[in-house]
């Protein structure tokens, strides 16, 4: 899933600064399961700012609303005969819901009230952890189903480097050699021969050169 | 007088891109630039353009400027980051690289290295900041430098075709606040297609250096009218060199009229680009 981190509130106030009817908007997608933009984020952002516009004797509109997904057409329409009332939302959904929104209401300002982080995984109750960067070319066949482009701090496609240390990284103690862990599950597999096989040189065609890139599946358009 | 004494002096400067090799021999970059070394100001080593791998700017540039030539060395965002742009302009300051031009530099999709990943650690805004800071004795993580580059710093302005004079001079003066203090544009054929720009410039502020580009045959021009929207060729020119019998000396002789026009309109300077026919540069030059 995509996962995101809610932004601080004194971020989201000055970006909101002189609006007076504001529409907090989740998705109930990936920021809910990360628990940084669903309806419960929606609800206590909401009451935050709330609590504050009335400190400061402001009257200010906040209302919510948690949609069910804001990268998706359909759904945005839900909000089309509401949007009007409001002349700013803060979007909770991750950079894709955001601009998504904003493609689609050209005359009300959108506001991103998450940082979207990375594709991850909840790795623990209230851990997400890093696992893919959508490069656009899956290796993940070569390595045992670990991704040394994501994980790896140099994303070094022939491992590990010089810094690896009891199967940990050089950059922290904290933070497993992927190196290490590709070759343990290769050798769990039995497959360590793949471990002496080099990777060619990677294509990153696929990743951002070449600007923003796009999936066309001719079969799902007919 | 190295050129920014004679961009102070209000001296016409010629500029000449010197593209350095693809390889290691740099018998003909050499030859080429020493061929006009005494007619040209200073050398432009472009930095890998169209993303083409070759020689780097920064050895290109120390290349010639060992054998006696001022050269502009270019730094782009596309290769390297910030890290190592500051190394390498550290390195050119130390060998004695005076002029330095910041580009963005062509997305890999454009070369001949299409699967290379591209850094854009920083934007070329943010790499003229930094050679502005890098100015004051510290580097970007302001952190004090054991001797001070001093550079005569330059970028590029896409002004002169197509683009709204409004939109091209507040991109100039982003730069000039960044700390550029003169400006290559595109290839200009027209000059009636810079003048809206160039009426709203402080010149007092910068310096509007266009590149004469030597058209080298009647397709090359076409191509350029028809496919680059940042460079306008005239209908008339196209025509006079499709009745020219002798095509390359007709678009050697249109390159020398442009480089007296513009010196005739008041520019700062030219900057010449043969791309590949460097060594028709005495003709050009002997024109003028």
């Keep these: ?222 | 007088m190295n050129l920014k004494q004679k961009f102070d002096a209000g001296r016409f400067v010629i500029l000449a891109e010197m593209e350095p090799p693809k390889g290691t021999d740099v018998s003909d970059m050499v030859n080429a630039a020493q061929r006009v070394k005494g007619e040209v100001d200073a050398f432009v080593v472009p930095e890998m353009s169209n993303a083409v791998m070759r020689m780097s700017s920064l050895g290109g540039a120390m290349i010639l400027h060992n054998k006696g030539m001022e050269t502009i060395m270019q730094a782009n965002c596309r290769d390297r980051n910030r890290i190592a742009l500051q190394a390498d302009l550290l390195a050119a300051a130390g060998c004695g690289i005076q002029n330095v031009m910041a580009v963005a530099g062509s997305d890999p999709s454009f070369g001949d290295h299409q699967q290379a990943r591209s850094v854009y650690d920083i934007d070329l805004l943010e790499l003229l900041k930094m050679l502005t800071t890098m100015q004051t004795g510290r580097d970007m993580a302001g952190i004090e430098l054991k001797g001070t580059p001093e550079f005569l710093l330059g970028s590029t302005i896409n002004a002169g075709a197509g683009k709204s004079p409004e939109l091209a001079l507040e991109e100039l003066n982003k730069k000039i606040d960044a700390g550029a203090g003169f400006f290559v544009t595109p290839p200009l054929f027209d000059i009636s297609g810079i003048r809206p720009f160039m009426k709203r410039v402080d010149l007092k502020k910068t310096r509007i250096i266009p590149t004469v580009l030597l058209l080298k045959s009647l397709g090359m021009a076409r191509y350029l009218a028809r496919n680059v929207d940042d460079v306008h060729v005239p209908d008339t020119l196209i025509t006079r060199i499709r009745k020219a019998p002798e095509k390359p000396r007709e678009c050697i002789a249109i390159a020398a009229e442009m480089i007296t026009a513009l010196r005739d309109e008041g520019f700062s300077g030219v900057l010449i680009s043969t791309r590949g026919w460097e060594n028709r540069l005495p003709d050009i030059l002997q024109k003028i």
């Design chain 1, 1 to 222: 899933m995509i996962v995101a981190d809610k932004k601080p509130i004194e971020e989201i106030i000055e970006e909101i600064k002189g609006r007076t009817k504001i529409l907090i908007l989740g998705c109930n997608e990936c920021v809910t399961v990360c628990e940084a933009g669903g309806k419960k984020e929606v609800g206590v952002l909401a009451s935050a700012l709330r609590m504050y516009f009335l400190k400061d004797g402001l009257d200010v509109k906040i209302d919510e609303k948690t949609l069910e997904r804001q990268c998706d057409h359909e759904y945005l329409e839900e909000i089309r005969d509401m949007v009007d009332a409001y002349d700013a939302v803060v979007s909770l959904a991750c950079g894709v819901g955001v601009q998504f929104m904003a493609e689609k209401y050209h005359s009300i300002p959108v506001y991103p009230g998450v940082n979207t982080c990375f594709l991850g995984a909840a790795e623990d109750r209230g851990l997400w952890t890093e696992r893919c960067q959508a490069c656009g070319q899956c290796i993940l066949a070569r390595t045992g189903g670990i991704c040394p482009v994501s994980r790896c701090a140099k994303r070094i496609l022939n491992g590990p480097c010089g810094g690896s240390t009891g199967g940990k990284c050089e950059i922290s103690n904290e933070t497993d050699c992927a190196w290490q862990l590709i070759i343990d599950r290769l050798n769990a597999l039995g497959r360590l021969e793949d471990y002496e096989t080099l990777s060619p040189i990677k294509d990153w065609s696929t990743d951002r050169a070449g600007g923003p890139r796009k999936v066309v599946r001719e079969d799902v358009q007919s």
